[in-house]
């Protein structure tokens, strides 16, 4: 499949390997893993990135691919995306669904990212600095209430508001271990997520019945 391949914290070119470096680098941000974006998106291509998950977790516990299931009235997915190379493996995921928002029923999408501390990219997508969302989390770390709760594969999972970009609106919480976050635009679609949403592991099972629609533009460069 075509794929694209950037940084996850800045969005920005990378560099692979060579004799003189070992990692994968960004010009602004240094050693990174690189994050590779499907170009299209289909069952073919979810397939093969649960597959890429799967087999650079043998034996171990694997980085969640997230998506919203059942999928909202006219929602599709729209985008897949992983971070990592050959020998990280997968340490984090991104995948993208696209519908009529549920206040204006104007257009609107959801990312939602799975991924181990220091990855990025949820940070960036949702537009605070820094590479994981801990100092944002004043709420969680307060024992305050949770702004969202989804059933993140048939478990209760809390989420935080964080304060996003204007554009947009920001949850996050940790489900399997990782961070997990969920981002919507414009930020009136993150009322979807405070409808008590239920998220399915990829890696445990695809179900047959997803649809798919047009690349969401947030995964290759637009967030």
């Not at 800045?10 to 010009?27: A, K, Y």
């Not at 801990?134 to 304060?163: N, Q």
């Not at 996003?164 to 969920?182: F, N, T």
Request: charge should be negative.
């Amino acid at each position: 499949m075509g794929v694209a391949v950037s940084c996850p914290k800045c969005g920005g070119r990378v560099r692979p390997p060579d004799l003189m470096n070992s990692d994968w680098r960004c010009d602004i941000d240094g050693p990174v893993l690189p994050l590779y974006i499907a170009e299209r998106i289909n069952a073919q291509i979810v397939e093969a990135a649960v597959a890429k998950v799967r087999a650079s977790h043998a034996g171990e516990a694997t980085t969640p691919l997230w998506v919203l299931w059942p999928l909202p009235p006219g929602w599709m997915v729209t985008g897949v995306g992983l971070a990592g190379d050959c020998r990280s493996g997968v340490r984090a995921t991104v995948l993208a669904c696209s519908g009529p928002a549920p206040i204006d029923r104007g257009p609107a999408d959801i990312v939602l990212v799975a991924e181990e501390p220091g990855v990025g990219l949820g940070a960036r997508l949702a537009g605070i600095p820094g590479p994981d969302p801990g100092p944002f989390l004043e709420g969680a770390h307060d024992g305050a209430p949770a702004h969202a709760k989804v059933r993140a594969a048939g478990r209760p999972t809390p989420l935080w508001s964080v304060k996003s970009a204007d554009d947009r609106s920001a949850y996050v919480g940790e489900a399997k271990g990782m961070w997990l976050y969920a981002i919507a635009w414009p930020a009136s679609a993150g009322y979807l997520v405070a409808e008590d949403l239920s998220l399915c592991d990829l890696v445990e099972a695809v179900p047959s019945e997803l649809v798919f629609g047009a690349p969401s533009p947030y995964l290759h460069g637009s967030a």
